[in-house]
């Protein structure tokens, strides 16, 4: 009957972030969080009774009267047509309920419910803005999460429904999966840990919501005082969901502002990873060097010259720098030497940094009064320097590494000798292990384990975009030192085949040649081990991009 009475648009829902649920996952929902006949029951987005009426039946089932539902079973909406239909819903069925047309974010919270359900609105935060923006962040602040600007709807609302529950109280909410995942999000994965006794999710590998791309993860969470751990359970549709709860549940330990990415990938595939990882033939990149973010310049077209600028303004080289050219498109195969260097110098790039001592040349001086006409020095990070044209560099890095890519992460060896600026990472190896780290570790990565921790540690960003920040580069799982070593030989053997289809952009291959040596021949994986830990790796690759195709720059 609910659907017969939706008045508005598909588009119109959309706006105000309604997207009704499924019955299977409402039903699922509230069986879960309604456990006596006496439960008051809250649904602060009730739409047209989606929650509402399984909560109604549910009540009555556990023997409430129809009366006592009615005075239970509370409600509200911001939009009055929807909040009509639903007494209309609840009628045709012989119940009733309390429900209030307002903003919930302007709802004091009274801690008096003994289960939260729906489904709340997601309005995104380009979209999310006004009085109903400011009013959702002062309800999270009140409970202690201070949220960013890029947070959308769903997160406040998440917060400010915790503050209905009793101690013993259960949450169960329909919320974007990007609570695994973004970097907003980390305040509400905090929150949740920190809020309740147990938290739940239960995720599904189909898109479950008829006609929307988001990704839904429902939360069961309960109880008070801090837990340590979430648990997951993965079902395929939401027809798979029965009316009991799922027996196995995969538990994670995140570490404190860690996100959640493990559990979208299956029980059996993460556990494998996991084991991998922390092995000793996995090593975090931290045991290999340290990561870093190059030099800042403050004004990338004044400090980077072309070679015919240099030459323009008879610049002397010992007040140059060779660098890397902002940016990493020429970043694609194993190694960066100086027949790259001095190929894309002749091309025209800006190869080359303006790098003055403390004694200037005359050129050097005509330059900076260049720089002056244009007001460089009234930028921010040349208006703190002292002189404002001296640019403070970074540690030359053994290995260059783009810190935004789509496919995959990349290490490239510095054959060229440059230093960076910003648009890249800089790894520095140790000195034990240089040699053999800055000749094999651009190859020996692209191996499967590799390539799924990327997606696991790393973020996902508009475009489907893969960002590593340092801290999250330093986390890379890498073949161990022990194990580079003794497969050096056969790795050296196919170095010039991998670099000759990285040019023809064929990663598969160059993984399957990476796997073959490192994980199968080497470390004796199993075809089937081997299967599972691919298969992760496409599926949050794919998730990633199909998120990034309606997203832009979120997280």
Not at 144 to 155: D, E, F, I, K, P
């Amino acid at each position: 009957m609910a659907e017969q009475l939706r008045s508005d648009g598909v588009e119109e829902r959309k706006a105000r972030g309604a997207f009704f649920t499924p019955p299977e996952i409402a039903r699922f929902m509230v069986d879960w969080a309604v456990r006596s006949k006496d439960d008051a029951v809250l649904e602060p987005s009730c739409g047209e009774a989606a929650f509402l009426l399984p909560a109604a039946q549910r009540l009555h089932e556990l023997g409430a009267t129809r009366r006592a539902v009615g005075k239970q079973l509370h409600a509200g909406d911001i939009h009055h047509d929807s909040v009509a239909q639903a007494h209309q819903v609840l009628a045709s069925e012989g119940f009733s309920a309390q429900i209030e047309v307002g903003d919930f974010f302007l709802k004091d919270s009274a801690a008096n419910f003994d289960a939260v359900i729906g489904n709340p609105p997601y309005v995104r935060y380009q979209d999310f803005s006004g009085a109903s923006r400011a009013a959702s962040l002062q309800a999270a602040l009140r409970q202690g999460v201070r949220l960013t600007q890029l947070a959308s709807s769903w997160a406040a609302f998440t917060v400010h429904a915790s503050a209905f529950l009793r101690p013993t109280g259960r949450l169960a909410l329909v919320i974007p999966a990007e609570l695994l995942s973004v970097k907003y999000a980390a305040q509400i994965r905090r929150f949740l840990l920190d809020r309740f006794a147990s938290v739940r999710l239960v995720l599904f590998e189909t898109l479950v919501f008829p006609g929307v791309l988001e990704d839904v993860v429902l939360l069961l969470a309960e109880g008070s005082g801090g837990a340590q751990s979430f648990e997951v359970f993965q079902a395929r549709t939401a027809q798979d969901l029965a009316t009991t709860l799922p027996k196995q549940w995969l538990k994670f330990e995140p570490a404190p502002d860690e996100k959640w990415t493990g559990a979208l990938v299956s029980s059996d595939a993460y556990r494998l990873y996991d084991e991998a990882a922390a092995g000793e033939d996995f090593e975090a990149m931290s045991e290999w060097g340290a990561t870093y973010l190059g030099a800042v310049t403050g004004h990338n077209d004044f400090f980077t010259l072309t070679q015919a600028d240099v030459e323009q303004w008879k610049l002397p080289p010992s007040e140059l720098v060779r660098i890397s050219p902002p940016g990493a498109r020429h970043l694609r195969g194993l190694s960066y030497s100086t027949h790259d260097w001095r190929a894309m110098a002749a091309a025209g790039e800006r190869c080359l940094l303006f790098a003055p001592g403390a004694e200037l040349s005359r050129a050097a001086r005509r330059y900076i009064a260049h720089g002056e006409t244009l007001g460089v020095p009234t930028g921010y990070k040349c208006r703190v320097r002292d002189p404002w044209w001296t640019v403070p560099m970074v540690a030359k890095p053994d290995l260059l590494m783009p810190y935004m890519n789509h496919e995959r992460p990349r290490l490239v060896r510095n054959g060229a000798g440059v230093q960076v600026l910003n648009s890249l990472y800089g790894v520095k190896l140790k000195v034990s292990r240089k040699k053999l780290g800055q000749e094999l570790l651009p190859l020996a990565m692209l191996n499967s384990l590799t390539l799924l921790g990327a997606e696991i540690v790393g973020r996902a960003y508009g475009g489907g975009l893969l960002k590593h920040e340092p801290k999250e580069a330093s986390r890379l799982p890498l073949p161990s030192e022990t194990v580079l070593a003794q497969v050096a030989t056969p790795l050296k053997d196919v170095q010039k085949a991998v670099g000759a289809l990285l040019a023809r952009n064929d990663l598969p291959a160059c993984v399957a040649i990476v796997d073959t040596i490192v994980l199968r021949q080497h470390l004796g994986w199993s075809e089937a081990r081997l299967g599972a830990i691919r298969e992760a790796r496409v599926a949050l690759m794919q998730r990633r991009l199909t998120r990034g195709k309606g997203k832009h720059g979120q997280d």
